[in-house]
């Protein structure tokens, strides 16, 4: 069974640039999640979708941020215009459902450099 | 709001000898705790984790933890470490399970031959 897949594994642009990152969840997961971690921090939440449907997005740092999720499978998470203190490690994972006992299953992460 | 506390940032262990890792969190009620490991080019892998019951738990790779609420800790062992199990462990806890994970800095560990 494949894992949690994310595209691409790297990506260094340059600010005010746009970058999207792709998630794609285990197959029948309904739950996606987007976790960031900045250099030297914790690794914080920063949405969930339940299906193409946006449960929670109270982590997402600004609007400059754009996550979807058509049809409920594949997700994006786009960032225009990049900058610099949006460098960092973004992890996807997905679940099946939200029950206390729900695995969470995580992605490799993309490294995003801006520069 | 949750918080996560690992206090040490980088672990030397040599090959052979016993690990073990702090974590501290702070939280209103009875939390659910974890432990995840990054190796590198992998992503993030459940450790273990904690939801109630015995407060020793035993995870993948010989690797235990036990919870001690009057310390709100969660500390991460290990009697032996090997070479492969040089990476970054991370420390989390949830809410309501494992959605919106609250994670720690990480600690990284190296093992020393």
Redesign the interface.
Same mark, same amino acid.
């Given at each position: 069974e494949a894992g949690v897949t994310q595209f691409p594994s790297h990506s260094v642009i340059e600010k005010g640039q746009t970058v999207t990152l792709r998630c794609d969840p285990i197959s029948g997961h309904d739950n996606l999640y987007w976790y960031r971690r900045v250099m030297g921090k914790e690794i914080k939440f920063l949405l969930h979708f339940v299906k193409e449907s946006k449960q929670d997005e109270s982590g997402m740092p600004n609007n400059r941020f754009l996550a979807e999720r058509t049809g409920g499978t594949y997700s994006t998470l786009k960032v225009q215009p990049a900058e610099l203190e949006d460098s960092g490690v973004y992890f996807c994972a997905s679940s099946q459902g939200t029950g206390v006992h729900e695995k969470l299953f995580f992605g490799s992460g993309t490294q995003l450099s801006v520069l | 709001a949750q918080s996560?506390t690992q206090p040490d940032i980088h672990i030397t262990v040599s090959e052979g000898a016993s690990l073990e890792l702090r974590c501290n969190y702070s939280y209103g009620a009875t939390p659910?705790l974890f432990w995840?490991v990054q190796s590198p +080019? @992998? +992503?993030? @892998? &459940?450790l273990l984790k904690y /939801?109630s019951g015995d407060t020793l738990v035993q995870g993948i790779k010989g690797f235990e933890a036990e919870f001690k609420r009057s310390q709100s800790s969660f500390n991460l062992r290990k009697p032996s470490v090997h070479w492969s199990d040089a990476a970054e462990y /991370?420390c989390?806890v949830g809410p *309501? +399970?494992? *959605? #919106? &994970? #609250? /994670? +720690?800095?990480?600690t990284m560990l190296l093992v020393s031959p």
């Open positions: - | 996560v659910y995840y +080019g @992998q +992503g993030l @892998q &459940l /939801f /991370f989390a *309501s +399970g494992y *959605s #919106t &994970l #609250t /994670f +720690g800095k990480g």
